[in-house]
């Protein structure tokens, strides 16, 4: 049976009833059904006791808020002699992430499973043989711990002829017999009486107890002793000390001697009675004996006899009520239930809670009654949290602001409840309320860019740095984990050139940089928790490749060939003459990069380099003959550490010719601007030359063997002593000045190769033809001197034709167009060359001479290194062919 009934602030109250004495597991009521409430499955647990006073006798399920009974219940343990005995608590009904509190109350019902008991099974009583009928004689009370229908409801007693009994309540509600004399007595014919005394209750079936009462009749006193009243009701208050005297009893016998003298004892009463209060036997003062309790018992009954030191004497009774009053002696009593808890004193609450969520159940009691029971619950600690009333008793801790872990981890709060007693009595207890951590912080860099340097020509797998991020949360919420954000630099993925430690966040190389190819990179690196859902968060880190000195110095002007070059310049040039500008380039950076020049060999040779600019001066005049190779060595070196160095050996070539006032090559070096050509003009023009050349050659031999054939080949003529000083007059005159006012960049350097190509054929022309004359024209500038000097003497017994004046012009002239042709590589100068080629075979054969040696050093300007030696050999070979010819 149960009765619900509805209550208003924030739940329902729901009262069931159950019997003590239920088996554990006994089914008291279902809360989902008797509330009419819908079942959840989103959440695990939907219904859930707050642990109070009373907790284990009655069980919760979760699911369904089953009511079932926890351990037997003993009705008289529990209440002792309360009329209604409730247990009460609080549930707490979770649905979609809300909650309602739900107030139980279940009565416990009594069963008749005590038994009336007597004091004492057999007592004896005494009675004056004179008492006048209606005499009362009052009996001790049985004992019953059971509480309405089923306590004692009767008492009877046995059958006979002189006495009866009336059943009477006391004000504690404890129902007693009193004997009544029906008969009057004469203790000569039967001195004493025997009745059984049997109580009964009202249970079903009904349980009984008996004693046996002896009546024993005494001998005539005709006074008794009379108090002042025949009862009195005082109020004692529970907070009485021990030795208060409650009452000052009085009684008077109007008898004299030992009939007269009173003395003052308890009646039948309880040994309860006996252990609270004492009676003075002779001055009948009721005294406090030990303290009592208001919340044990309210009131108390017992009576008090006067009796005299007479022969069979007649006691008189006195009845006494104690009201006990109750004082504010009790504090009040605090329970916290949490919602979640590990850890006893303190609660767990998610710091994602909404505002209002429910926390801590708080249940206070006072054993006390009236206003000292009221008790009023006060939260202090914090302004999170705050208190809300559920019901008179009851009171709930809820969030009052929006928490944050990371923030506040732990509060400690005061909880004071107070009654309303005279002075009030409080309690205070300290509760802890501990957050438990959310996903709601992502992993912090740092640093949002880490810039890190390292040098270039790292060895793979050498570490770079570490990032680390920090996640205010807890547990995985807070574990971090590392990784590269997938990228793309230069083509290849990141994780190509650098890999990072997932836990530690440390970067480690896998290939070694190089600063020429890649001076920067941004690697981004993400971090993310293991909360759920993850949160995660990037940073950059700037890695700076930083530059060695790991690249010599690279020159670029002069070409270089093999490490050398060569450069002309004038056999006579004044001091200062600038004599070449050495150009270089340094594939590094900054200080790496910062060129110096110096010479370490041929400095004393009257040369000097200015070290920023890497101009080579003539240091002071100059005075070397054409014959004469100058070798000056450049290093180059960078103010790196260590220091690259890079070395050139420049050939110097000396001529023959006026100083200009101003040499186009100087002019062109120190202005610094220079002529680039483009490749295929380079290959059109060298083709375009070559096939010149080739044309001018078929022509010149068939003009050759033409003439061949027709002079005598037997005839014969001496040579004229005119012809060398011709020669001579022509070479000095013409060839010289016409080099020395040439205006084809006949001083610039070009590549100097360790050996002429088809310089053999060259050294064999003098040896195999006896015509050629054995000196040259002395002026040092043939490259065959010493093949010239070791020609035999008999060449001047041969004849040679008569010299041609017109034939010489026309020699001087073609050699002029082909060394402009050998420096401009212009068609038309072989065009001209080939019309006024000389006719006169001995003439020819000291142009060619002369021209031989200004071939092989006259330069290609501007040409590709390659094409220098293709154009070379192939002018080479046309002087040869033409030679075998003359």
């Not at 006791?49 to 351990?71: C, H, T, W």
């Not at 957050?435 to 340097?453: C, I, R």
């Amino acid at each position: 049976m149960r009765l619900r009934t509805e209550t208003d602030r924030s739940g329902n109250t729901i009262r069931y009833q159950t019997n003590e004495e239920n088996a554990p597991g006994t089914v008291i009521g279902n809360l989902a059904k008797d509330m009419s409430l819908s079942l959840s499955h989103s959440s695990k647990s939907n219904f859930r006791m707050m642990k109070q006073f009373n907790d284990s006798f009655i069980r919760v399920r979760e699911s369904d808020g089953e009511l079932s009974v926890g351990e037997r219940i003993d009705r008289e343990r529990l209440c002792r002699h309360s009329p209604q005995c409730l247990i009460t608590f609080d549930v707490v009904n979770f649905s979609k992430e809300r909650y309602k509190l739900i107030h139980v109350e279940v009565e416990i019902k009594d069963i008749n499973d005590n038994s009336p008991e007597f004091p004492n099974r057999e007592s004896i009583v005494e009675i004056s043989e004179n008492a006048v009928v209606g005499s009362r004689i009052p009996l001790d009370p049985a004992v019953d711990a059971d509480v309405g229908s089923n306590y004692i409801q009767s008492y009877q007693i046995s059958v006979n002829s002189h006495f009866t009994i009336d059943v009477l309540q006391r004000a504690d509600g404890v129902k007693y017999a009193e004997l009544v004399l029906m008969k009057e007595l004469d203790r000569e014919t039967q001195s004493s009486y025997t009745v059984e005394l049997v109580a009964a209750d009202g249970g079903s079936p009904p349980r009984s107890g008996s004693a046996k009462i002896t009546v024993k009749v005494t001998d005539f006193n005709d006074n008794s002793p009379v108090f002042d009243q025949s009862s009195f009701s005082v109020s004692l208050p529970e907070d009485a000390p021990v030795g208060t005297v409650i009452l000052d009893l009085n009684a008077v016998d109007a008898d004299e001697g030992l009939n007269g003298e009173v003395l003052y004892a308890f009646g039948k009463v309880s040994h309860e009675i006996r252990e609270l209060f004492q009676v003075d036997n002779k001055s009948g003062h009721l005294t406090l004996k030990n303290p009592v309790d208001f919340e044990e018992k309210r009131t108390y009954e017992l009576d008090v006899q006067a009796t005299d030191l007479g022969a069979n004497p007649i006691p008189s009774v006195c009845k006494i009520i104690i009201h006990i009053t109750d004082v504010n002696d009790n504090a009040p009593e605090i329970s916290i239930t949490p919602m979640t808890s590990i850890t006893t004193g303190i609660a767990h609450i998610s710091e994602a809670a909404e505002k209002d969520s429910l926390v801590a159940l708080i249940s206070t009691s006072d054993r006390d009654s009236g206003v000292n029971s009221q008790v009023h619950c006060t939260l202090y600690g914090h302004d999170h949290f705050k208190l809300r009333q559920a019901y008179e008793d009851s009171y709930m801790i809820v969030t009052a602001a929006p928490l944050d872990r990371e923030r506040i981890s732990e509060y400690n709060l005061t909880v004071m409840a107070e009654d309303f007693g005279t002075p009030p009595l409080r309690k205070i207890t300290q509760y802890t309320i501990r957050l438990t951590d959310e996903n709601d912080n992502a992993p912090h860099f740092t640093k949002s860019v880490y810039e890190v340097s390292v040098v270039e020509n790292n060895a793979p797998g050498a570490f770079i740095t570490t990032v680390e991020a920090t996640d205010a949360d807890l547990g995985l919420n807070g574990k971090i984990t590392y990784r590269l954000v997938d990228s793309v630099i230069m083509g290849s993925p990141v994780n190509t050139y650098v890999s990072l430690n997932s836990v530690s966040g440390s970067l480690y190389a896998l290939r070694s940089f190089n600063h020429e190819v890649m001076k920067q990179l941004d690697i981004h690196v993400k971090a993310t928790d293991g909360g759920s859902p993850q949160l995660q968060s990037t940073a950059v880190i700037r890695l700076k490749i930083v530059d060695q000195n790991d690249n010599q110095p690279s020159i670029i002007e002069p070409p270089l060939y093999k490490g050398s070059a060569e450069v002309f310049l004038p056999k006579d040039a004044p001091a200062g003459y600038l004599v070449t500008h050495i150009k270089a380039t340094d594939a590094d950076e900054g200080i790496n990069a910062q060129l110096s020049y110096k010479i370490t060999e041929g400095g004393h040779l009257g040369f000097s380099i200015n070290k920023d600019t890497g101009k080579l001066h003539a240091s002071r005049q100059l005075a070397y003959d054409i014959a004469d190779t100058v070798k000056v060595t450049i290093a180059v070196s960078d103010n790196g550490f260590p220091a690259q160095t890079s070395t050139a050996v420049i050939h110097l070539s000396f001529i023959e010719g006026s100083l200009p006032s101003m040499p186009s090559s100087v002019a062109e070096n120190s202005s610094g601007d220079y002529f680039e050509w483009d490749m295929s003009v380079a290959i059109i023009i060298v083709l375009a030359g070559s096939c010149s050349l080739l044309l001018l050659a078929i022509v010149l031999i068939t003009t050759i063997c033409s003439r061949r054939r027709k002079e005598p080949r037997e005839s014969g003529y001496e040579e004229k002593e005119d012809a060398p000083r011709a020669e001579r007059k022509v070479e000095s005159g013409h060839i010289d000045s016409l080099i020395a006012n040439h205006k084809g960049k006949v001083f610039d350097a070009h590549p100097f190769p360790e050996t002429a190509p088809l310089g053999n054929s060259f050294t064999t022309i003098s040896a195999r033809d006896p015509h050629i004359s054995g000196k040259d024209s002395g002026k040092g500038d043939s490259d065959f001197n010493d093949s010239d000097s070791d020609i035999s003497a008999d060449v001047h017994k041969k004849e040679s034709p008569p010299t041609n004046s017109k034939s010489v012009h026309a020699t001087h002239y073609c050699c002029t167009l082909l060394l402009s042709y050998i420096s401009s590589s212009a068609e038309s100068s072989v065009v001209q060359c080939s019309k006024h080629w000389p006719e006169n075979a001995v003439q020819s054969r000291h142009i060619l001479l002369r021209l031989d040696s200004k071939v092989l050093n006259a330069p290609l300007s501007y040409s590709p290194v390659v094409l220098v030696g293709t154009s070379r050999a192939i002018i080479r070979m046309y002087i040869e062919m033409i030679k075998e010819y003359i």
